[in-house]
C-alpha cells in the first residue's frame, strides 16, 4: 500500500498569519522539501504576480520541476497564468457548499456545473494533469457532491481534492466521505485544523481510500493551520507501516532547520517537534522508561535522530531518585 | 444525546514537562473548572503523599465534593489511601498490553485477572464509584481485552476508561474498540496526543459508544499531552450540537485566565485559543469573510466571547485595500 504526500507549505503556508517567506526562502524549502523524496509540492498562485510567476518557472525548470503543482480559482484566467509558467500539474478550487456558492459567489448550482465543464476540458487540452478540489465540501449537499464528482470524472479530471475548508470534519464523516469519492476517482483530501482534526481526519482518509494527502510543514495555514506534515508521514512510516516515499530522518532534520530559519513559535507539547513531545514526568512512566523505552514512548525518537527525555517535579519522586544515583 | 466530560488538568496536567502548579492553584482552578458546569474532575493521587491528601480532602468536603475523583495504581495501599480521603469515585488502573504486563509489570495476563478481581469487590464494598482504567489498550491484544471486559463488569466496576497510552490509536481502530467496550459497561476514553489524534479520537469514540470524554485544558500532559478540554468541549456543543452540560463562553474564560496564571507556551495557530486561531489571511478569504463571517471560520467567535481577525502579507491584497478604505 502506498500513498502520496502532496505539500502545500508553499501556497497554503503563507497564509499564515505568522509566517512570511521571501522568494529566496521558498525556493530553498522547495528543494529541501524535494530532498525528502516528497511526491508533490504545491508551489503558489502564478495568477498571484509577474514576480510569483518568475518564481514559479524557477521551479518548474529544475530538476524536480516535475514536483510542482500550482493552485487556480475556477477560471481561465487563472489557468492561463499558469501555462505561462510551463508545469505541469494545475489544482483548480471551486466551491461547492451551498452557503459559499451563495454567499462568497453569489450564484448557484448549475453555475458551478457549468464552470467545470468548460474548464476542465480547456485544461486537458494543454495535456496537463488535473486536481480539481471542492472547496468547503464538508458543508456541501451530499447529492450534489456526487454529481459534481460524476461530472469531472466525464469531463476527464484526474483527480478530486477534498477540502475541509473550516475544519467541521469528524473522522466518521471523513470516512464515509472519501469513501464515496474514491469510487468515483482519485481522492486528496486538504484538512483544516479549527478543532485539531486535520491529521485524524488525513489518516481516517487514506483508511477510506484517499490516495493523496495534503499538509504543511507544522500544518502552517490561514487561522490553525492544516494537517502537519510531520504528524501524517510519521505516523503513516513508523506505526501503521506505510510506505510515503519520505526519508523521516531527513523530514525531521528539514522540520528544525525550519524552525531555526522562521523563528516560529511552537507549542512544548507539539507533537514530534515541541521541546517535550518525546518527555516524560510522572514517575510511573519513568519506571517504565528505564525498563523499556517503548513502554512510555510510540517509537524510539532514535529513528529520527531525536532522543526520550526525564522531566522532574511533583509525581517525579523516581527522576529525582535516579539523577541522585 | 449527552456526553459527560471529566477533566483531568489537575492529575494527568501535573505531568506536563511545562507545568508545576502549587496546592493553592490546584484548588483555585478546581472552583474554577467545577463552575462550568463540568461533569467531573480527576485531582490527584492520593497515595502520592500526606500534603497531596490533604489537599484533596479539602476538594472532597467542598460544595463540589461529589465531581471529585482520584487516580489509583491497582492495590489496595493506593485505594486506602484514597480511601482517606473520603471521596465517593475512583479510577484504578493497570495495565493491559502483554507489553507493559511484561516489561513494566515483568508479570502475566493471569496476574493482571486475579489483582482486578482482589480489587474491584474490595472498592465496591466501600460503597465508591469505580472506573477501571486500561493501560495501554490500544497495544493490548483483543481477545484479551473482552476477557477483561466480562471480568471487570462481573466483579461490578461501573465503568472502563479506555487509555490510549502513547498516542498510536486511529480514529477507526478508536471506533471498533470503544463498539465492542461499549457493549460491555459504559466507556470513558483518554487518548494522548503523540501524533496529534487525542481530539479527533475523543470525538470518534462519543460517536461510537463513548459515554466519558477525559480531557484536560489546553491537552496538557505527559509529552505532547492528551485531549484538549476546549477542543471536544467546542466541537460537541458547537459543531455537533451535543449537550456537555459546560458553559462554553466560561470555559474560554477560564482557559485565557489558565494561561496568563500558568504563563504557559501556545502555538499562535492552537485551535480556538491561539493568537491567530481566528485569523484568516489570503484575499480570497477575506474577500468571503466580508460577505459572511461562516464562509472562514467553522463559529462565530463571538459565541464564547473572541472575534475574528485579518492579517496581512503575502496573497492578501484584499486585506490591505480593505484597510486603505
Same mark, same amino acid.
Given at each position: 500500500?502506498?500513498?502520496?504526500?502532496?505539500?502545500?507549505?508553499?501556497?497554503?503556508?503563507?497564509?499564515?498569519?505568522?509566517?512570511?517567506?521571501?522568494?529566496?526562502?521558498?525556493?530553498?524549502?522547495?528543494?529541501? #522539501?524535494?530532498? *525528502?523524496?516528497?511526491?508533490? /509540492?504545491? =508551489?503558489? %498562485?502564478?495568477? !498571484?504576480?509577474?514576480?510569483?510567476?518568475?518564481?514559479?518557472?524557477?521551479?518548474?525548470?529544475?530538476?524536480?520541476?516535475?514536483?510542482?503543482?500550482?493552485?487556480?480559482?475556477?477560471?481561465?484566467?487563472?489557468?492561463?497564468?499558469?501555462?505561462?509558467?510551463?508545469?505541469?500539474?494545475?489544482?483548480?478550487?471551486?466551491?461547492?457548499?451551498?452557503?459559499?456558492?451563495?454567499?462568497?459567489?453569489?450564484?448557484?448550482?448549475?453555475?458551478?456545473?457549468?464552470?467545470?465543464?468548460?474548464?476542465?476540458?480547456?485544461?486537458?487540452?494543454?495535456?496537463?494533469?488535473?486536481?480539481?478540489?471542492?472547496?468547503?465540501?464538508?458543508?456541501?449537499?451530499?447529492?450534489?457532491?456526487?454529481?459534481?464528482?460524476?461530472?469531472?470524472?466525464?469531463?476527464?479530471?484526474?483527480?478530486?481534492?477534498?477540502?475541509?475548508?473550516?475544519?467541521?470534519?469528524?473522522?466518521?464523516?471523513?470516512?464515509? #466521505?472519501?469513501? *464515496?469519492?474514491?469510487?468515483? /476517482?482519485? =481522492?486528496? %483530501?486538504?484538512? !483544516?485544523?479549527?478543532?485539531?482534526?486535520?491529521?485524524?481526519?488525513?489518516?481516517?482518509?487514506?483508511?477510506?481510500?484517499?490516495?493523496?494527502?495534503?499538509?504543511?510543514?507544522?500544518?502552517?495555514?490561514?487561522?490553525?493551520?492544516?494537517?502537519?506534515?510531520?504528524?501524517?508521514?510519521?505516523?503513516?512510516?513508523?506505526?501503521?507501516?506505510?510506505?510515503?516515499?519520505?526519508?523521516?530522518?531527513?523530514?525531521?532534520?528539514?522540520?528544525?532547520?525550519?524552525?531555526?530559519?522562521?523563528?516560529?513559535?511552537?507549542?512544548?507539547?507539539?507533537?514530534?517537534?515541541?521541546?517535550?513531545?518525546?518527555?516524560?514526568?510522572?514517575?510511573?512512566?519513568?519506571?517504565?522508561?528505564?525498563?523499556?523505552?517503548?513502554?512510555?514512548?510510540?517509537?524510539?525518537?532514535?529513528?529520527?535522530?531525536?532522543?526520550?527525555?526525564?522531566?522532574?517535579?511533583?509525581?517525579?519522586?523516581?527522576?529525582?531518585?535516579?539523577?541522585?544515583?
Amino acid at each position: 500500500m502506498r500513498v502520496f504526500i502532496t505539500d502545500t507549505t508553499l501556497r497554503k503556508g503563507m497564509q499564515s498569519a505568522s509566517l512570511e517567506l521571501t522568494y529566496e526562502k521558498r525556493k530553498e524549502l522547495f528543494f529541501l #522539501l524535494s530532498s *525528502t523524496g516528497i511526491h508533490e /509540492l504545491e =508551489v503558489g %498562485v502564478p495568477a !498571484h504576480s509577474e514576480e510569483e510567476r518568475d518564481y514559479i518557472k524557477y521551479l518548474a525548470r529544475s530538476q524536480h520541476g516535475d514536483k510542482v503543482i500550482v493552485w487556480n480559482r475556477a477560471n481561465i484566467r487563472d489557468v492561463e497564468a499558469s501555462l505561462e509558467c510551463s508545469v505541469k500539474k494545475l489544482e483548480i478550487a471551486i466551491p461547492v457548499s451551498d452557503f459559499m456558492i451563495k454567499e462568497k459567489l453569489n450564484k448557484d448550482r448549475d453555475y458551478i456545473v457549468r464552470l467545470l465543464k468548460e474548464i476542465i476540458p480547456y485544461v486537458k487540452s494543454k495535456k496537463l494533469y488535473l486536481s480539481v478540489g471542492f472547496e468547503d465540501v464538508s458543508r456541501a449537499d451530499r447529492e450534489f457532491v456526487i454529481k459534481l464528482l460524476e461530472c469531472i470524472r466525464e469531463e476527464g479530471a484526474d483527480r478530486v481534492r477534498l477540502s475541509d475548508t473550516v475544519g467541521v470534519l469528524n473522522p466518521l464523516q471523513t470516512n464515509e #466521505l472519501v469513501k *464515496t469519492a474514491s469510487s468515483f /476517482l482519485d =481522492v486528496e %483530501v486538504h484538512f !483544516h485544523n479549527d478543532f485539531g482534526m486535520a491529521t485524524a481526519n488525513s489518516i481516517t482518509a487514506f483508511l477510506s481510500g484517499a490516495k493523496y494527502i495534503n499538509a504543511s510543514l507544522l500544518g502552517l495555514g490561514e487561522r490553525c493551520g492544516i494537517t502537519p506534515l510531520e504528524e501524517v508521514v510519521f505516523y503513516l512510516q513508523l506505526i501503521q507501516g506505510v510506505h510515503t516515499g519520505i526519508n523521516v530522518k531527513r523530514l525531521y532534520e528539514i522540520v528544525n532547520y525550519f524552525i531555526d530559519m522562521t523563528n516560529i513559535h511552537l507549542a512544548p507539547n507539539k507533537p514530534l517537534i515541541g521541546k517535550n513531545a518525546f518527555t516524560n514526568k510522572s514517575s510511573i512512566h519513568i519506571d517504565g522508561l528505564t525498563k523499556s523505552k517503548r513502554t512510555y514512548l510510540p517509537f524510539d525518537p532514535e529513528v529520527v535522530g531525536s532522543k526520550a527525555a526525564l522531566a522532574f517535579g511533583l509525581y517525579s519522586e523516581k527522576a529525582n531518585k535516579l539523577c541522585k544515583k
